[in-house]
């Protein structure tokens, strides 16, 4: 079974311009999380899409923003960045409903530098 | 919300010794606790994880143990490999909106094994 694809891999920036980020989860996973990583602040959560819906909202501003298509893959929207912005994204997948598996898997990351 | 501390933050061990990363919670509602190993370049990956109604679960070389009144639980490497050189997260969660969990992650531990 294919794993958790996240793209692009690495993104360089500038302030002030946007950012798309595309994932797409483990087949017949419905559930797709975002998290920022960084060394500051580690391992933080952004938001959960699930049918299509944003289901759980992590601390962040209104900059970030995502969506989840039909087929389940997610893309994650940052505005205006900043430099604080630069980190490492991870997208993660699970099936989401309850009763099933709790397990949450993750993709590499896509790594966005903001200059 | 929840907070998870995580000690040591850096683990230096020889080649065939025990490696124990020690974790505590503080929403005594979170019930479903994974370990993420991270390595170099890659997105974290779920190598074993407990649930409150058990105290403890092993799986080959690695164990995790549950104190769910005592609020910690601590991941166990034994014969540890230079392989497992990485870094690992502990994770705390509760059922969020929907039947999902969203973790709340311990800020890492370097685990350096020397040959």
């Known amino acids: 079974k294919a794993g958790v694809t996240q793209t692009p891999r690495y993104l360089i920036k500038t302030r002030g311009q946007q950012v798309t980020l595309s994932c797409s989860p483990i087949s017949g996973h419905r559930s797709v999380s975002w998290y920022q990583q960084t060394p500051g602040q580690g391992l933080q959560f952004l938001f959960e899409y699930f049918s299509e819906t944003q289901r759980n909202k992590g601390n962040f501003p209104g900059r970030f923003s995502g969506r989840q298509f039909s087929n389940s893959r997610s893309e994650m929207n940052v505005s205006t960045l900043e430099l604080g912005d630069s980190a490492l994204y991870l997208c993660a997948s699970s099936f989401g409903t309850s009763g099933a598996s709790y397990e949450q898997y993750f993709g590499p990351g896509t790594r966005l530098t903001v200059t | ?115």
Not at chain 2, 82 to 99: I, K, L, N, Q, T
Request: glycine share 8%; with cysteine.
């Open chain 2, 1 to 115: 919300g929840e907070n998870v501390e995580q000690h040591p933050s850096t683990l230096s061990v020889q080649e065939g010794d025990s490696a124990v990363i020690k974790c505590t919670y503080s929403d005594s509602a979170s019930n479903y606790f994974p370990w993420y190993k991270q390595e170099l370049g890659k997105g974290p990956q779920l190598i074993i994880d407990i649930r409150s109604n058990v105290g403890e679960k092993k799986d080959q070389r690695i164990a995790v143990t549950l104190n769910k009144t005592a609020k910690h639980f601590s991941l166990h490497i034994t014969e540890t490999q230079p392989e497992d050189s990485a870094v690992y997260f502990c994770a705390a969660s509760r059922m969020a909106s929907g039947g999902s969990y969203i973790p709340t992650f311990g800020r890492g531990t370097s685990l350096i094994v020397h040959p």
